[in-house]
């Protein structure tokens, strides 16, 4: 599941993300695999949009 397809799932409004990013809603296309992501910038996506890590990179986390 792409990123844009997570914040559908969890009715949260790309613009608003967008904002909290500070880039353009045409750019979230970037954060789509978030696997291509740095560490930070999942922790910041985690921390704006409360969807857990498991989700964000598609994974199950071990403890």
Sequence with gaps: MTFRELLKKHNIKQLDIAYKLKCD???LRKYDNLLDRSIKEVMLIHELTNIPYKELIGT???D
């Design 25 to 27: 809603t045409s750019n």
């Design 60 to 62: 199950e986390l071990k």
